[in-house]
């Protein structure tokens, strides 16, 4: 509701009540030979060399191309997938994901969240260059969920659970902004707010994974708690006169029970076990600055004014205490916050007019920590190298109705890289081609 008691004060307050169901099934079948049938061979289909286009692996000297096999043809798989091959071949569907079956219990998860909100706000135009905005938001979250835990026995034999867990949790969250209109063309924005991030439902997932002949575990964390955040910021805008403005602020988070991806050991009667889980940590705290430009030329001659350009930059640095226990003592290491890069860069040149446009962009995206491995310490964590892309668009307008467009993506065939600790030390690499797509698009009303 709002209320509007003087022409330089608003007052809003509300509530909101959210209701959220989930349920995940990952069910598959596969086709199997009938017993009275014969199964087909590979000799008996059609097949091509692999890949059939392009190298395979050509980046590290395809060191795997005398050991592969020829790949079975598009052509035959399509025809043993008919329904005619189907029946040929005496092709039978047979169910192996369930939620009661082992091979894919754990997938099988339903999740119940209600959110109770209330809040309130203010805002009260001072003079005619500062205006103040507080207010109050309080959320209460309750989560139900229910999910399986599989065992996979020594003895090679499979054991389903039913796993049922609640979670609860309230959140107070104030804020105050300030707004300064400096000039005609210059705002300067102050803030303060506390605001918070709730986990995911895969993450609370309570499905639990344990293979005991490879000693893994995966499992979710249905005792997850939110992130939650106060924020400091300072941000300055320049309007510029044309089409543009120009910005640049610093900002400041202080976090508390972070949710990162942990890999750590747990013994189990005696059996260490490797385990994979999202878990809380306890604080942690980001700061850096951006800047940032978009400018469309309109101010220069002829061709000229239908160039642009668009950019920006932003710097963060992070730090978070991750506790581990080395030869029984309990320790703290430095780390940074998982996921955040510390240097992000985007860039944009543009050229439109009435009928074309045309625009290329870079983005360049820092190394950043992507698993915390919290037992076996910082040399041993999981990094994600820097990766710099290039894209392209364009269009063209036929006339109020029809528009050709055309793009192209990863121009610069950007790796992506993984590694173990050290920048030497690789995990995992994988390399895109470009890809693209041309079209025409019509508006029909």
């Known amino acids: 509701m709002k209320y509007t008691p003087s022409n330089s004060l608003i007052v809003k307050f509300g509530g909101k009540f959210i209701h959220k169901d989930k349920q995940v099934e990952n069910p598959y079948s596969i086709y199997v030979a009938g017993i009275s049938g014969a199964a087909p061979t590979l000799a008996s289909l059609g097949t091509e060399p692999y890949p059939y286009r392009g190298g395979f692996l050509t980046e590290i000297g395809s060191p795997y191309n005398n050991v592969l096999i020829d790949q079975v043809a598009m052509a035959s798989v399509r025809q043993l997938a008919s329904p005619e091959g189907i029946a040929e071949n005496k092709l039978y569907p047979f169910r192996v994901d369930s939620a009661s079956n082992a091979s894919g219990a754990a997938n099988y998860y339903s999740g119940k969240e209600n959110v109770y909100a209330i809040y309130g706000s203010a805002e009260f135009k001072l003079t005619e260059q500062l ?41 107070f969250l104030p804020m105050l902004h300030v707004k300064i209109n400096a000039t005609k063309n210059d705002i300067i924005r102050l803030a303060f707010t506390r605001s918070f991030t709730r986990p995911d439902f895969g993450s609370l997932n309570p499905g639990t994974t344990q293979d005991d002949i490879n000693r893994v575990i995966t499992r979710g964390n249905p005792n997850l708690k939110p992130t939650f955040a106060s924020n400091f910021d300072l941000m300055a805008e320049h309007y510029f006169g044309g089409i543009g403005m120009f910005s640049a602020g610093a900002f400041y988070k202080k976090l ?23 878990k809380n940590l306890q604080n942690a705290w980001l700061l850096g600055f951006e800047a ?45 916050i998982p996921k955040q890069a510390k240097h992000l860069f985007n860039v944009s040149f543009i050229y439109e007019n009435s009928k074309f446009m045309a625009r290329i962009a870079g983005n360049y995206k820092g190394k950043y920590l992507d698993a915390i491995r919290q037992v076996a310490g910082p040399e041993h964590y999981r990094w994600y190298s820097s990766n710099f892309s290039v894209d392209f668009s364009s269009s063209y307008s036929i ?47």
């Open 131 to 171: 205006t103040i905005i507080g207010g109050i938001r309080n959320e209460y979250n309750k989560v139900t969920f229910s999910g399986n835990k599989v065992s996979t026995l020594a003895d090679k034999s499979t054991k389903v659970e039913a796993i049922n867990q609640d979670n609860s949790y309230n959140a």
């Open 256 to 278: 508390s029970n972070l949710i990162y991806s942990n890999q750590s050991t747990q013994d189990i009667d005696g059996v260490l076990f490797n385990v994979n889980e999202p």
């Open 292 to 336: 940032g430009i978009s400018k469309r030329f309109t101010e220069l001659p002829g061709i000229w004014k239908g160039f642009g350009v668009d950019a920006n930059y932003t710097y963060t640095d992070s730090k978070a205490k991750v506790p581990r226990f080395d030869k029984g003592k309990l320790i703290e290491d430095e780390s940074v």
């Open 399 to 445: 006339n109020s109705k029809f528009r050709l467009f055309a793009e192209l993506n990863n121009i610069t065939g950007a790796p992506v890289r993984y590694y173990h600790g050290v920048y030497d030390r690789a995990e995992q690499a994988e390399w895109y081609s470009v890809r693209g797509q041309v079209g025409i698009s019509a508006k029909l009303f």
